[in-house]
């Protein structure tokens, strides 16, 4: 995947500068490449989509809707359960659990841009049980105040975020008693003297988030996080 929608922890930001910083990382730049691809397959550039053929294209992580139905079925989802994605992106996950699972998804996304494009496309795949919602998780915007759920996902999100602590505190409070968060990310999975060579040596210093040219196999390895409110404090 693309990372979805990331958000970055700062000590003092308002939103509308989280949303400014984001962009220098170039996540979803170029929205009118997914319309292109989307005549490219068949499908309309614009009137009614099947969530199922879009999901073709729209679930931009890593193994697309196979993770997203694994992470279904971990955390038993079913028509009266209820999700909130943090990094939501063009609508990909939240799409697919509304679709499969019936149940009442919304999707977080920093950037407003790519928040309505994916707002768009749910309305053209007709999926009621979905709201997109543009706002940051470390600061959530009315329409997240005091609610709950009973489930948060997050796919190639957390990694954006240098607080750790403050992303899980955050995802933590969006939780109902019992409920459980499931996290699909890269983790540091400890690196040979060899691999950090080849890290260092494909760096970008001027960069102002951390790139390389290392191979992402060489650095991290994709995990499952899950745990439940319940456990946690």
């Known amino acids: 995947q693309s990372p979805s929608g990331a958000l970055r922890a700062r000590p003092v930001a308002t939103a509308m500068s989280a949303a400014v910083e984001i962009k220098t990382m170039q ?3 170029h929205l009118e490449r997914f319309d292109r691809e989307l005549v490219e ?14 999901s073709a294209i729209d679930s931009m992580h890593y193994h697309g809707v196979k993770a997203v139905d694994e992470a279904s079925a971990r955390l038993g989802l079913s028509a009266g359960s209820t999700v909130l994605e943090i990094g939501s992106g063009l609508g990909g996950v939240v799409r697919r659990v509304a679709a499969t699972q019936h149940c009442a998804v919304a999707g977080l996304e920093l950037q407003q841009d790519v928040s309505a494009a994916a707002d768009a496309l749910t309305r053209r795949c007709g999926l009621a049980n979905v709201e ?6 470390l600061a959530p915007p009315p329409a997240l105040e005091g609610r709950r759920f009973g489930h948060v996902v997050s796919f190639l999100c957390f990694l954006h975020i240098e607080d750790t602590a403050a992303i899980l505190k955050a995802a933590y409070d969006f939780l109902e008693p019992g409920g459980s968060l ?10 040979s003297a060899a691999e950090k060579a080849q890290l260092e040596a494909g760096q970008d210093k001027s960069a102002k988030f951390p790139t390389s040219k290392a191979p992402l196999s060489a650095v991290f390895h994709s995990f499952w996080l899950i745990f439940g409110r319940a456990i946690i404090s």
Do not use: S
């Open 27 to 29: 996540l979803y730049n």
């Open 41 to 54: 397959r068949g499908l309309a550039a614009d009137g009614p989509l099947d969530a199922g053929a879009l």
């Open 132 to 137: 997109h919602i543009c706002g940051d998780a």
């Open 182 to 191: 499931l996290v699909e990310d890269f983790y540091d999975r400890g690196l």
